[in-house]
């Protein structure tokens, strides 16, 4: 363990026409910091996690973080990138600069506002983090490319419907005792399951409840290294993390497999020390309910083609044995592309330090976190342990 996150802040996600990307990362960079105890003034280094590619004008954002103190002039500040993963691809470069001994304290944010946009263009933006032409041509924006998933996933281990309406009801659920998320209602299975006028078909087998949301927000995390943390108020340890990308092109993989997330999650483990079954719970990347589905086997809960029995058994609800996304993860917390890693961390560490309210987890311990950038390219896994 070489780094802990000391402090942390989250505005609601949805849509939230008032703000500015500027105005949202404000207001989670001074709660973050004043949340670990510090000053502006104490932090070393910045990085801003923010996908954008098009959602607002402003291309060259590592600076907009600067307007939230005059103590942050002059500090490093760099933007990251990594489509989906934009925020953990953030998250993991402040643990570098941490264990490289670069910096004592790190603010890592991440940010994005998407909703101000038409549907067919917020569509058009999120394929730049998937499409090449040797894939052939997507229709329905990356719907389309995870309702293509989903139809091939159909026909080589037969109809999920039942599994990807199941894992849309137990997000919604989840995320209802969520107070950030973005759709706090309780959908059930059967709205999930049914087409109807509330949930047509989106693309292929998905339906509308299979998607993520389209949303605005940010988050913020104050990292530090492991001697400075244990004179903090609060910390929660990186037992593990790791990264793996993969090709860009669906055509030069077995899209069904999501490789890069088991080669994530493998290191991630090992790194750690521990096994799947040690974990308290799971926080993951189910941009579409499909992606969930195949992390599952990704992850090795369950072996390939058959995901479908870790939620039809009820292992991955909020009571089984491995709740996966307690806080309604993508499908109902929202999606704010840049500042879903980020989150995805805050998240852990209200439950770890026992702050996650209706969400808690009871007990919780230690946790695992996989942040996804494109189908399956951009691969991010986090292990991350309650420090006190
Ligand atoms: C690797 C990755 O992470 S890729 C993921 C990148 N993200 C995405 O691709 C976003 C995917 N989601 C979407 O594009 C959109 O949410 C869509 C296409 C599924 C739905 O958008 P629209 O059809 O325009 O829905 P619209 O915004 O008009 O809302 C209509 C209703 O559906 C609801 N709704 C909208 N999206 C969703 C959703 N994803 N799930 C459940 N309900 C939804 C709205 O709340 C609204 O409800 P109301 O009538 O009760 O007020």
Redesign the pocket.
């Given at each position: 363990m070489t780094a802990a996150i000391v402090g942390w802040a989250h505005t609601p996600f949805g849509k939230q026409d008032a703000e500015t990307v500027e105005g949202l990362i404000g207001r989670v960079a001074t709660q973050a910091i004043a949340d670990a105890g510090l000053e502006p003034g104490d932090i070393d280094e910045i990085v801003l996690g923010h996908f954008n590619a098009g959602f607002s004008a402003q291309d060259f954002t590592a600076s907009l973080v600067l307007q939230a103190d005059d103590a942050f002039r002059f500090k490093p500040a760099t933007r990251v990138e990594n489509?989906?993963?934009t925020g953990s691809a953030a998250v993991h470069q402040g643990v570098k600069a941490i264990r490289a001994g670069a910096a004592r304290f790190v603010l890592v944010v991440g940010v994005e506002q998407m909703t101000r946009l038409p549907?067919p263009e917020?569509?058009n933006i999120?394929l730049k983090?998937?499409y090449l032409p040797e894939d052939g041509a997507t229709q329905?924006?990356?719907?389309g490319?995870?309702g293509q998933i989903a139809e091939g996933y159909f026909q080589r281990w037969g109809d999920q419907s039942d599994a990807l309406a199941a894992i849309?009801a137990k997000n919604?659920q989840n995320g209802v005792a969520n107070p950030y998320a973005q759709?706090r209602k309780d959908?059930g299975f059967d709205f999930c399951r049914a087409e109807s006028d509330?949930?047509?078909f989106?693309a292929g087998p998905l339906k509308?409840?299979?998607?993520?949301?389209?949303s605005d927000g940010a988050a913020a995390l104050v990292l530090t290294d492991m001697t400075t943390a244990l004179g903090m108020k609060k910390a929660v340890a990186f037992r593990g993390l790791a990264h793996a990308q993969d090709f860009l092109p669906m055509s030069k993989r077995d899209i069904l497999k999501f490789e890069g997330c088991s080669v994530a999650w493998g290191k991630a483990l090992a790194a750690a020390g521990v096994s799947l079954s040690d974990l308290d719970f799971v926080e993951t990347?189910d941009?579409?309910t499909v992606?969930e589905l195949i992390e599952y086997e990704a992850m090795g809960l369950v072996p390939e083609g058959q995901g479908a029995r870790a939620i039809l058994e009820g292992w991955t609800t909020k009571e089984g044995k491995l709740p996966v996304n307690p806080s309604g993860g993508?499908?109902?917390k929202g999606?704010p592309?840049g500042a879903?890693g980020v989150s995805m961390h805050v998240m852990t560490s209200m439950q770890l330090t026992g702050q996650a309210g209706g969400m808690q987890i009871p007990g919780a311990e230690l946790a695992g976190i996989f942040n996804?950038?494109?189908?399956a390219?951009a691969n991010y896994v986090s292990v991350l342990q309650a420090l006190k």
């Open positions: 489509a989906c993963a549907g917020i569509g999120l983090a998937s329905g924006g990356f719907a490319v995870f849309a919604h759709m959908l509330k949930n047509p989106v509308r409840t299979d998607c993520s949301l389209v990347h941009c579409f992606a993508l499908k109902s999606h592309i879903t996804m950038g494109g189908a390219v």
